[in-house]
């Protein structure tokens, strides 16, 4: 069984900077895929940015240049770095990962942790 447990949120003022972090345990072979994404209220899902398990990354447009999402094999954790941070990028934020454990892979979910910027 696999847990993912998300840490990081919080309030913080228009342009401040916040660190998400994503922690996977359990019995894990591997990690693929590990992106965030958020939801707004009245909104879908959506995007924010991914991570291969090589590194190569790609981001929502609205986030590019503010945002890094980056991971760390050794410790099966993922982090998103949030700066200049904007009203409009308060949500509540997943993280996913793609994992292989024995009895195959497949995605899995954070709980959620609530980002909120106030102007």
């Known amino acids: 069984q696999v847990q993912f447990v998300e840490s990081g949120g919080g309030l913080v003022q228009y342009g401040g900077s916040l660190r998400l972090s994503c922690a996977a345990s359990?019995?894990?072979?591997?990690?693929?895929?590990m992106g965030w994404y958020r939801q707004a209220p009245g909104k879908q899902r959506e995007l924010v940015a991914a991570?291969?398990?090589?590194?190569?990354?790609n981001y929502a447009d609205s986030v590019k240049g503010r945002f890094t999402i980056s991971r760390d094999n050794a410790k099966n954790t993922v982090y998103l770095q949030m700066n200049s941070l904007k009203p409009e990028d308060t949500a509540v934020y997943y993280c996913k990962g793609v994992i292989a454990t024995l009895p195959g892979t497949r995605e899995y979910w954070g709980q959620g942790t609530q980002v909120t910027v106030s102007s």
């Open positions: 359990g019995s894990i072979f591997n990690i693929y895929a």
């Open positions: 991570i291969t398990s090589g590194g190569s990354t």
